[in-house]
Nanobody
Framework: QVQLVESGGGLVQAGDSLRLSCAASGRTFSTYAMGWFRQAPGKEREFVASITWSITWSTSDAYYDDSVKGRFTISRDNAKNTVYLQMNSLKPEDTAVYYC???????????????????WGQGTQVTVSS
C-alpha cells in the first residue's frame, strides 16, 4: 500500500512553468512505476507521463503523451520518495486536475492507461490562463 500526495498546482499564464510534486509513503518507492494523468472538466482522465526505475541498472525510463512531449519532463528522486512533473510552455489546454499514480506491476502495454495503476493521489489543480 502506498499513499500519494500531490502539490505544486496553481494559476499561471500561458507560456509559464510549474513543477508538480508527488510524495509517496512507504520504503519501497523505487519498486513502483509512477505516472501523471490529468482530467479537465467534462473529459476523461488522460495520460501525461510515466517513469519506471531499474534497480539493477539504476536508470529510469520516461514516456510521454505526444501532447506534452518536449514541454513536460517527468523525474523521480527515490531518496525522497518523490516524483516530479516539470511543465514548461504551458498552454490553456493544459488546464486540468493533475493526478499522480503508482503501480508495482509496470507494463509497457498499460503504462498510459488508468487501469495500469493501482494507487492514486487526490489531485492538484493547474489552471493556465490565456
Amino acid at each position: 500500500q502506498v499513499q500519494l500526495v500531490e502539490s505544486g498546482g496553481g494559476l499561471v499564464q500561458a507560456g509559464d512553468s510549474l513543477r508538480l510534486s508527488c510524495a509517496a509513503s512507504g520504503r519501497t518507492f523505487s519498486t513502483y512505476a509512477m505516472g501523471w494523468f490529468r482530467q479537465a472538466p467534462g473529459k476523461e482522465r488522460e495520460f501525461v507521463a510515466s517513469i519506471t526505475w531499474s534497480i539493477t541498472w539504476s536508470t529510469s525510463d520516461a514516456y510521454y503523451d505526444d501532447s506534452v512531449k518536449g514541454r513536460f519532463t517527468i523525474s523521480r528522486d527515490n531518496a525522497k520518495n518523490t516524483v516530479y512533473l516539470q511543465m514548461n510552455s504551458l498552454k490553456p489546454e493544459d488546464t486540468a486536475v493533475y493526478y499522480c499514480a503508482a503501480t508495482r506491476r509496470p507494463n509497457y502495454s498499460t503504462r498510459a492507461m488508468t487501469s495500469g495503476y493501482d494507487y492514486w493521489g487526490q489531485g492538484t489543480q493547474v489552471t493556465v490562463s490565456s
